[in-house]
């Protein structure tokens, strides 16, 4: 039965490897059993991931916020199976966190969390669509949150952005159904992260305590991501697509 | 970024009429130099200057050229 949870023999990319929820998905993949592609914009931390990473096959250096790369996005992932073999999966987990209370607030701000979170996932899943990209079965993963289904002060680009991740999974599972590639998301609460860790600080006493009162289970750790991404990327899941996975600790049950 | 770009910027973020807005106006004189303000001084700092601030830094800044000396060479 443990065989099923296993990706042994699998070539998954992993964007946003360099830190954080993206490091931790491509150490517990790669402990799985997956050839892992590391996927980042920092070359030196994509060295520290694939120190610890068992089975890194590949880094590959990717500014997903840089304008123009959108269009090229799915030429990478063709080359990246030209090179490698065909994909097993995709686990989309790079993405940015603006925290911008609303009065000021500019299109950019949209424009720039769409362009990582939303549209950068979406391009990088249409490379699987191309010839001898995509193994039988493979698995696309985006990392979306809690604000894709929820509303929270200060936070609308990012909320806008990954309430457009929650129907990327949906309109692409339908997509590619035909293919056999399932496609699904995770939504995590705030998660232990320095990311996080730098967001709380930035609030005032009254507004971060009343943020954590909202967290029935508290803080989760990268580890509770990792572990659900393993399972989507995994055989066991084999019947899930165009979901999206609640990894909150209960945040979305109250 | 100009000059008058990164004070045209301040004065959106802070909700103040840029023709208000001076070197030496004090900080704690603009309502809207408050969380949320910081909040959004922080982010435009991070998003377009590419300048790491946190808000202790802020709540110790007194003038808005306070705010032009964080962003020290990214504005000509």
Known sequence: ??????????????????????????????????????????EARLAETAAVCPNATDRLVLDLADACIGDRLPQTVQALARDHGPLSG???????????????????DIEAAFRVNALAGAMLAKGFAGRDV??????????????????????????????????????????????????????????????????LALL??????????????????????????????????????GTSLLVDGGYCAR | MTQAEFMNEIAFIL???????????????????????MLGLIAFFDGQLGVKINADALRAARTVDDLKAMAADKIE
């Open chain 1, 1 to 42: 039965m443990a065989v099923v949870f296993r990706l042994d023999g699998r070539t998954i990319v992993v964007t946003g490897a360099s830190s954080g929820i993206g490091r931790a998905i491509a150490v517990r993949a790669s402990e799985s059993g997956a050839h892992v592609i590391l996927a980042g914009r920092d």
């Open chain 1, 90 to 108: 995709l686990v989309h987990s790079a993405g940015v966190f603006p925290q911008i209370p609303l009065r000021a607030l500019r299109a950019r």
């Open chain 1, 134 to 199: 995509a193994a039988d079965g493979a698995s696309i993963v985006f990392l979306s949150s809690v604000m894709g289904h929820v509303g929270e002060n200060g936070v609308l680009a990012y909320c806008m952005s990954k309430g457009a991740v929650e129907q990327a999974v949906k309109a692409l599972a339908i997509e590619f159904a035909p293919l056999r590639i399932r496609v699904n998301a995770i939504s995590p609460s705030m998660i232990d992260t320095p990311m996080a860790s730098r967001a």
């Open chain 1, 204 to 241: 005032p006493d009254s507004e971060r305590n009343r943020l954590l009162a909202t967290m029935p289970g508290g803080l989760g750790n990268v580890d509770d991501v990792a572990a659900a991404a393993v399972y989507l990327l995994s055989p066991a899941s084999r019947f899930v697509t």
């Open chain 2, 15 to 37: 909700d103040e009429d840029p023709n208000r807005l001076s070197g030496g106006r004090a900080l704690d004189s603009i309502s809207g130099f408050d969380s949320a303000g």
